[in-house]
Every structure is written in C-alpha cells, then in structure tokens.
C-alpha cells in the first residue's frame, strides 16, 4: 500500500515537473515573437522609427483631418512648384518635342521626390505626426461660436460700422462748414453740390 502510494506520488510529481516544463517552453520566445517590443503583440518589432506603426502608417486612426489637410496643402505647394518649373523650362531643349521630354521628366522626378519625403513625413515621422494628432486633440477641445451668436455679432459689428460712417460723416461736414465760414478752406462749392444747392 506504500508502495502504491510512493508510485503515485512520483507519478504526480512526475506529471507536475512534465506541465512545468512544458510551460516553460511555451513561454519562451518563438521566432515570431523575436524583437517583440514591450507590451505590443506578438510578431510585433520595436524599432525607434517604428513604433506605433501599422501597416507603414505612424498611428493611422489618429489625426486624420489634421493629416489631410497638410497632405492637400503640401500637394496643392507641389503642383504649384511644378507649374513654375513646367514654364521656366518652356526654353531648353533645340525642339518642342526636346522640351516636352525635359518638362515631363521634371514634373516626375518632382512627383516622387516629394511625394517620399511627404510621406516619411506625414505618414512614418513620429515628431511630425504626434504634434499633427495634439493639434487636433486641442481643437476638439475649442468651444466653437454657435450659429446664432455669430448672427447676433455681425449685425453688432454692421451697426458699429454704419453708425461711425454716418457720426464721421456728419462731423466732416460740420468743419467743412466752420472752416469755410471763417474763410480758411474754400469748398463752398463743394457743399452746394453735396447738398444739391449747386444747379441754381
């Protein structure tokens, strides 16, 4: 009965040193999990210029619009420099087909210069992109006019504005009037035409 007992005793602790061993192994690195970075999943590298990126794109679900609208104004300045490069080039070449190779070429060559450079910017920088994606964090927080306050203050800024033409108006007059009458300026004419006293 002892022995039985002892068998089943080292079966156990056969068993238990059998699961810990496996355990260990299963824990152990694989080669999918090689330069796996802190707390990210498995397969995943830690790189300094690639953290936090996902299929080539730096936090891709962060500061969208942000990120668009500089891609739109950094493409609306490139085809702006191409167009300037498109015309001061309209002068080489001995013939129109030379110079239509020239100015192709270039536009391409532009096109693809900074179309890396924009994206390594907008898409992999992780300096350029994180203040692109504060920048919309913080206008998210902006408490926006409503429709109707913006009403109310333009028909504020209007009436100022009608107000002093007509308060600066009246007050033009009136030292054209005095500075004529002792003689200093001499716009009685222009008076009489202003107030329609000049076709009598």
Do not use: C, H
């Not at 002892?6 to 059998?18: H, N, Y």
């Not at 496996?22 to 300094?48: I, M």
């Not at 210029?49 to 891609?71: C, D, E, F, H, N």
């Amino acid at each position: 009965m002892s022995k039985k007992d002892q068998s089943g005793s080292d079966e156990f602790g056969t068993g238990s040193a059998v699961a810990e061993r496996e355990k260990r192994v299963s824990n152990r690195p694989g080669d999918g999990d090689r330069g796996q970075s802190a707390g990210g999943p498995a397969g995943t590298r830690n790189s300094s210029s690639g953290s936090g990126v996902a299929g080539g794109i730096y936090k891709p679900g962060q500061g969208y619009y942000t990120r668009m609208w500089t891609a739109i104004g950094f493409g609306t300045l490139v085809i702006w420099l191409i167009a300037f490069l498109w015309q001061k080039l309209s002068v080489y070449g001995a013939t129109g087909s030379t110079t239509l190779m020239i100015q192709v070429g270039m536009a391409v060559a532009v096109l693809v210069i900074f179309g890396v450079v924009g994206y390594r910017l907008l898409g992999r920088n992780a300096k350029v992109n994180d203040f692109l994606i504060a920048t919309e964090g913080e206008m998210k927080k902006v408490n926006w006019t409503s429709r109707k306050e913006i009403i109310g203050s333009t028909k504020v800024v209007i009436f100022v504005l009608v107000g002093m033409s007509v308060l600066l108006f009246v007050v033009d007059i009136v030292f054209m009037l005095l500075f004529s009458s002792i003689g200093v300026l001499k716009g009685r004419g222009l008076l009489e035409l202003i107030f329609g006293g000049g076709g009598s």
